[in-house]
């Protein structure tokens, strides 16, 4: 009977450390990037914290070569905030990311790019827009 009861008694106590552990102390809001500690919470083994680091590295550049309507190909790599594009003719240009908080589509002056999964459609001051696909 007292060890049916004691059983009862761990369930309960590791149920409510578990509660206990998801519930934040404070009102105060999380900084991005950071994650709850991880809780052991095996029976009868004392209760642990261990440190989570979430890595918030800035993505890594990624070259892609896209082959465009009318038989050119241009060469787009990808940093993120902005588009470094080689052109066929062997021009390169830097487009930023227009608005800044999103990262599909990049411009400046009288050129943009739009990329939509493998495709891309390449838009040039005074010119039709080409799609060009990976």
């Not at 003719?89 to 411009?107: F, H, I, K, V």
């Amino acid at each position: 009977m007292a060890l049916c009861r004691a059983y009862r008694i761990t369930l309960a106590l590791v149920a409510l450390l578990g509660a206990a552990a998801c519930v934040p102390q404070t009102n105060a809001p999380k900084a991005a990037g950071t994650a709850a500690p991880a809780v052991s919470m095996a029976p009868g083994a004392p209760v642990t914290a261990a440190p989570i680091t979430v890595e918030t590295a800035a993505p890594q550049p990624r070259t892609a070569t896209y082959n465009c309507a009318g038989g050119d190909r241009i060469t787009i790599e990808n940093l993120g905030t902005s588009l470094h594009v080689l052109s066929p003719d062997g021009t390169a240009e830097d487009l930023p990311a227009s608005p800044a908080n999103q990262n599909s589509r990049y411009g400046a002056a009288h050129d943009a790019i739009v990329i939509d999964g493998r495709e891309a459609l390449v838009m040039k001051g005074g010119k039709t827009p080409v799609t060009c696909k990976r």
